[in-house]
């Protein structure tokens, strides 16, 4: 039987940027992760694996999703072995809504 501790959340989440059907996101992580889950709007789009001891930047582009303009919810939750952290969330819209010509 695993004594891992729960991984903390993902610290610092930031939208960096999108196009008409991705989302670029940012975060920070503490602790030791074996890996991430990514979702959309609550579909899991991704696993993202990575272990670590120490602050690490990641950097993950959801792809493929299936509105342009729409708006999206982002959650990232790590993982350490069977345990979940709590997840942090980023919404926004996709593509360049506010863009001014």
């Known amino acids: 039987m695993c004594m891992c501790p729960v991984p903390s959340k993902p610290e610092d989440p930031v939208y960096l940027s999108s196009t008409e059907s991705t989302v670029t996101l940012s975060?920070?992580?503490?602790?030791?992760?074996?890996?991430?889950?990514?979702?959309?709007?609550?579909?899991?789009?991704?696993?993202?694996?990575?272990?670590?001891?120490?602050n690490v930047s990641m950097l993950v582009t959801v792809s493929d999703l299936p509105t342009p303009g729409a708006y999206y919810c982002i959650s990232v939750t790590a993982v350490s072995g069977h345990l979940h952290s709590d997840s942090v969330v980023l919404c926004n819209f996709t593509g360049k809504l506010f863009q001014l010509f």
């Open 27 to 54: 975060w920070e992580q503490s602790g030791t992760v074996d890996n991430y889950i990514v979702a959309y709007n609550n579909t899991v789009t991704s696993s993202v694996n990575f272990t670590s001891d120490s």
